[in-house]
């Protein structure tokens, strides 16, 4: 018999938990259901598997990109992005000059010379407009076509002799420090757009309660660190390749002038092949390096040298 | 050496560009191409990794030492709240995280825990800076919705470079194991005593009141009190109505028949007739325990396990450890069981049976033999095919045939005299007994 002021239902034995002592009408539910013998839907549990586009950016990333609000980290590095982007714009327009590109040839061959121009800049203005885009709504799929437009301006037939259109510098090593500037920029600028998207997957971890950081400003200082180490180190590798032709001229002189003058007047090594050495020769030194487990070496000896 | 998909991308890239580059003669795209390659050198030379890569040995066989000085010391400890929990139940993790190195680093640390665990407080995946000979500590709550034994660990250690490139992992090999028991209901009456009386030699003062034989008590009438225990005299002297109460009788001996087959579990993971039958059986040993029966159980999958009868608190951990670890395996039939265990019942002992009565054709047979030996018999049945429907895995029409089988199946055995009760979903399990002994 039910007892004055108790609740008829269970919520009183459950933790406020309704508790039903009979089972809902099954023949109600199965008059409901269609004569269908399907999986339905919603019986399949709901699993987001990343996009190759989603993992190149560090995923798995949360379902259809759903960000919280950036914090002041990812807007510091969506301005920095912004800002490499624009110069990067600049300097592809005055590195990559149009002609010996595919457009070029096909508005010559068509007559209208002024077609190869408007398509190079369109291409340029289309991957500052897709990488803005991306930026701002931290979509990696606009900032992926945003890499390939920059790459794709870039791609003319036999440049070997770096040549700047749309500004002139007389002297040889400013040409190759505007030229590694470019590719500097170009590569910060895929991974700073890339700090975008991870930071913000990172935030979103943190404030949904998934990951918990702790010391975050140790943390982002050492990535601050890199990223101004890490260009510096990639520039200084890329002008010494550049400048091999030099290197190696000014390395035989001490032994043979005459050989000096011969390497340093020598057009292969002028070339784009000269480059080529060059890369061949460092990557090489670096590649001893890893043989020898130099790093891991001095690892160790950081690790074990404060012990005692 | 651990490459991240951005890596390979980075790399693949350069390669592309430097060949395409000395294809077309194209300074801009080998430049480009050399700063590239110059930033993953330069990630991989900072991230320490010849190591790993020059030993050309698989994971497993790394040792500490090869997984890369700079993960060679850390250290990590673990402790918990409980070993034992019941379901729904909550186990605080507090996890200490070591650097013995006089170097600082930036850790990922993800403590491995069981799938079907959930958080319900902190996270157990951290990124941290740890300092120099420092020490952390990581506090977090999980939930234990589901019985068994379970282990947390390891703890997943990565150090990766600052532009997620290159990373390197080591597991340290710290575990700790804990125990989810079924959640127990309280059953508020005794719905099973047995027909013959138990007499131990030696006295049992059992000094309970129950169903019995000999006075206890004398108290208030309560709505619902038979009115054959009306203590008429009683009444008489004070003008309210009193009720005799007695003492129970004797202790009973019950056996619990626990079906584990591979067919209890169909259904979802958490609502199937395993789990129901697992909660049902702490339940009711939970319950003969504090009545100071003998409880004893037996599990059949593709073995029959058995937890001789006994009483008090230790029989029923015993009994719940079991529950705990019963494992949906084999298809035993109910009467290679019964064949086994009738010679060492005591007569008249009951029994009940906890089963989802399918794909098993001896169980008529079984359930004739024990009720020709006069065990009192209560068989509660889950049933699978509520679980599939709610579940909507099963369409209209074959649960409607399904249904039909199963209830003349239950009502087979109801003609045998055995007390059965088709245990729906949402029902609790004291009514679901009532409605199997009549009440």
């Given at each position: 018999m039910a007892q004055k002021g108790v609740s008829?239902?269970?919520?009183?034995?459950?933790?406020?938990?309704?508790?039903?002592?009979?089972?809902?009408?099954?023949?109600?539910?199965?008059?409901?259901?269609?004569?269908?013998?399907?999986?339905?839907?919603?019986?399949?549990?709901?699993?987001?598997?990343?996009?190759?586009?989603?993992?190149?950016?560090?995923?798995?990333?949360?379902?259809?990109?759903?960000?919280?609000?950036?914090?002041?980290m990812v807007q510091t590095l969506q301005m920095a992005s912004g800002a490499v982007m624009i110069m990067l714009g600049v300097l592809t327009y005055i590195v990559t000059p149009v002609s010996g590109t595919a457009w070029f040839w096909f508005g010559e061959t068509i007559g209208v010379e002024v077609l190869g121009l408007a398509i190079h800049l369109l291409l340029v203005l289309a991957a500052i407009g897709c990488g803005f885009w991306g930026i701002i709504s931290r979509d990696s799929r606009f900032l992926l076509i945003s890499y390939v437009l920059f790459i794709i301006v870039s791609f003319r037939f036999a440049a070997s002799k770096v040549s700047f259109e749309w500004l002139s510098f007389d002297d040889e090593l400013l040409q190759k420090i505007a030229l590694v500037a470019y590719a500097v920029l170009l590569v910060m600028y895929i991974e700073l757009t890339n700090g975008v998207i991870r930071f913000s997957m990172l935030d979103t971890s943190?404030?949904?309660?998934?990951?918990?950081?702790?010391?975050?400003?140790?943390?982002?200082?050492?990535?601050?660190?890199?990223?101004?180490?890490?260009?510096?180190?990639?520039?200084?590798?890329?002008?010494?390749?550049?400048?091999?032709?030099?290197?190696?001229?000014?390395?035989?002189?001490?032994?043979?002038?005459?050989?000096?003058?011969?390497?340093?007047?020598?057009?292969?090594?002028?070339?784009?092949?000269?480059?080529?050495?060059?890369?061949?020769?460092?990557?090489?030194?670096?590649?001893i390096v890893f043989v020898a487990d130099i790093p891991g070496r001095y690892q160790k000896m950081r690790e074990g040298g404060s012990d005692e | 050496m651990a490459w991240s998909r951005k890596s390979a991308m980075f790399g693949s890239l350069a390669i592309a560009l430097y060949l395409l580059g000395l294809t077309l003669r194209n300074h801009q795209l080998v430049t480009v191409a050399v700063v590239l390659l110059s930033f993953l050198t330069w990630a991989a030379l900072r991230s320490a990794h010849a190591d790993v890569s020059a030993s050309g040995r698989r994971m497993e066989e790394r040792s500490d030492e090869e997984a890369g000085a700079s993960l060679s010391r850390l250290e990590a400890m673990r402790k918990l709240s409980a070993a034992r929990v019941f379901e729904d139940g909550t186990v605080d993790v507090?996890?200490?995280?070591?650097?013995?190195?006089?170097?600082?680093?930036?850790?990922?640390?993800?403590?491995?825990?069981?799938?079907?665990?959930?958080i319900k407080e902190g996270a157990n995946y951290i990124l941290m800076e740890l300092g120099p000979r420092r020490e952390t500590v990581i506090e977090y709550t999980v939930e234990c919705p589901l019985r068994g034994f379970y282990t947390i660990g390891p703890v997943c250690i990565r150090i990766q470079d600052s532009f997620g490139l290159f990373h390197k992992e080591k597991e340290?090999?710290?575990?700790?194991?804990?125990?989810?028991?079924?959640?127990?209901?309280d059953l508020k009456d005794a719905f099973v005593k047995s027909k013959v009386p138990k007499i131990f030699t030696g006295a049992v003062n059992i000094r309970q009141p129950g169903p019995g034989s000999e006075f206890y008590n004398l108290r208030e009438y309560i709505a619902g009190d038979p009115m054959k225990s009306i203590n008429w005299p009683a009444y008489g002297r004070t003008g309210k109505l009193m009720v005799n109460e007695r003492e129970r009788d004797a202790v009973s001996d019950i056996i619990l028949i626990l079906d584990s087959r591979a067919v209890a579990e169909t259904g979802p993971v958490s609502?199937?007739?395993?789990?129901?039958?697992?909660?049902?059986?702490?339940?009711?040993?939970?319950?003969?325990?504090?009545?100071?029966?003998?409880?004893?159980?037996?599990?059949?999958?593709?073995?029959?396990?058995?937890?001789?009868?006994?009483?008090?608190?230790?029989?029923?951990?015993?009994?719940?450890?079991?529950?705990?670890?019963?494992?949906?395996?084999?298809a035993t039939p109910l009467q290679v069981v019964t064949n086994r265990i009738l010679p060492h019942i005591n007569k008249g002992s009951p029994i009940i049976i906890l089963s989802c009565l399918e794909d098993d054709?001896?169980?008529?047979?079984?359930?004739?033999?024990?009720?020709?030996?006069?065990f009192d018999t209560t068989i509660l049945t889950p049933s699978s095919l509520e679980f599939e429907f709610d579940a909507r895995r099963l369409d209209r029409t074959g649960y409607e045939v399904l249904k039909t089988e199963r209830d003349i199946l239950i009502s087979e055995l109801r003609g045998l005299g055995a007390f059965v009760m088709d245990w729906e979903p949402d029902m609790l399990l004291s009514t679901a007994l009532a409605g199997a002994r009549g009440f």
């Open positions: 008829s239902d269970t919520s009183h034995l459950y933790d406020g938990k309704v508790v039903r002592s009979s089972a809902p009408s099954r023949k109600a539910l199965a008059a409901k259901m269609t004569g269908s013998s399907d999986i339905p839907e919603d019986a399949v549990p709901e699993v987001h598997i990343p996009s190759f586009v989603e993992s190149l950016f560090g995923g798995p990333l949360v379902p259809k990109m759903k960000f919280l609000p950036a914090d002041k943190i404030r949904t309660g998934e990951v918990y950081v702790m010391n975050v400003k140790k943390v982002l200082t050492k990535y601050h660190i890199s990223l101004v180490i890490t260009p510096i180190i990639a520039a200084v590798v890329a002008i010494t390749t550049l400048l091999f032709k030099d290197v190696i001229s000014g390395f035989v002189g001490i032994f043979s002038e005459i050989s000096a003058l011969r390497l340093e007047e020598s057009v292969e090594l002028e070339s784009v092949y000269g480059v080529a050495l060059g890369t061949m020769i460092v990557f090489m030194l670096v590649a | 507090t996890l200490k995280v070591q650097n013995m190195s006089p170097l600082s680093k930036v850790l990922e640390v993800r403590d491995s825990l069981p799938e079907v665990m959930r340290l090999h710290v575990y700790d194991d804990f125990l989810v028991f079924p959640k127990t209901e609502r199937n007739s395993l789990v129901y039958g697992t909660r049902a059986a702490a339940s009711l040993a939970s319950f003969f325990l504090s009545r100071r029966d003998s409880v004893g159980l037996v599990s059949y999958a593709d073995e029959i396990v058995s937890v001789d009868r006994d009483t008090g608190k230790k029989q029923l951990y015993v009994i719940l450890t079991k529950l705990a670890g019963a494992m949906a395996r084999g054709s001896t169980i008529v047979n079984a359930v004739r033999d024990l009720r020709a030996r006069d």
